[in-house]
């Protein structure tokens, strides 16, 4: 009953396929189309490709903004703080080593984690039907 009335809303008579969203959320986070996975997510650095080469999936309809910016600021600020704590800690270093060494450390791990993340959120909007990857317009 509610997936007719789902459709009925929607606009479709056709049953939509089932997107798995943990394996949309992994195929983006490996930067690969949340589809197929075989595709690039990315155009550029953090650019989306419009059109998976792949598959032909329409991903420019997702909207990340700053979702990336923030769950690399949460999972970088535990981590690299949790690094700081220990080697304060157990004094292994000086104040100004483990204060260079936070530093790199927070820089690099934001670098690396920040295409993975926004591949993450763009595979998670597809997999939930967000933005219009459903059929439908927001």
């Not at 910016?69 to 104040?95: E, K, P, R, S």
């Amino acid at each position: 009953m509610q997936k007719e009335h789902d459709m009925q809303i929607f606009g479709s008579d056709a049953p939509e396929k089932e997107r798995s969203f943990m394996q949309a959320a992994m195929r983006g986070f490996a930067c690969k189309c949340p589809s197929c996975g075989e595709g690039k997510v990315f155009d550029g650095f953090l650019s989306v490709t419009p059109i998976c080469e792949a598959c032909s999936e329409d991903l420019s309809h997702q909207r990340a903004d700053d979702l990336p910016a923030y769950l690399n600021i949460f999972v970088v600020g535990h981590v690299v703080i949790g690094a700081m704590m220990v080697l304060m800690t157990w004094d292994l270093m000086g104040m100004w080593a483990t204060m260079a060494v936070t530093i790199f450390l927070c820089v690099a791990a934001s670098i690396v984690l920040m295409h993975p993340l926004k591949g993450m959120v763009v595979g998670t909007q597809w997999a939930l039907r967000m933005h219009g990857f459903g059929g439908n317009h927001d």
